[in-house]
Nanobody
């Protein structure tokens, strides 16, 4: 079955960096546009970033532009999110997703990983 497993989360001070990874299995990774979403306590899940199947295009939520970079390695079936200049408002559970639609839904979701940014 399809599995998306996030790693790399944790606790970091404001201004710091983290790199999230998402290891995919059970699907032809290169056939899927991939995305990162996040959900903060008491808030709805929101879009963070998307990357096309061959990495030719990326786009970001306004909150992520200039600070976050999405990338992928199709040979390793892995998606990444480099997060720099982290802010306390970036604190959330981060999810990777495969086969992302404009509506914000996706074919497959990871289980999520906690990112906490302390002030």
């Amino acid at each position: 079955q399809v599995q998306l497993v996030e790693s790399g989360g944790g606790l970091v001070q404001a201004g710091g960096s983290l790199r999230l990874s998402c290891a995919a299995s059970g699907l032809t990774f290169s056939n899927y546009g991939m995305g990162w979403f996040r959900q903060a306590p008491g808030k709805e899940r929101e879009f963070v970033a998307h990357i096309s199947r061959s990495s030719t295009s990326t786009y970001y939520a306004q909150s992520a532009k200039g600070r976050f970079t999405i990338s992928r390695d199709n040979a390793k079936n892995t998606l990444y999110l480099q997060m720099n200049s982290l802010k306390p408002e970036d604190t959330a559970v981060y999810y990777c997703a495969a086969g992302v639609y404009d509506s914000g839904s996706a074919n497959y979701w990871g289980q999520g990983i906690q990112v906490t940014v302390s002030s």
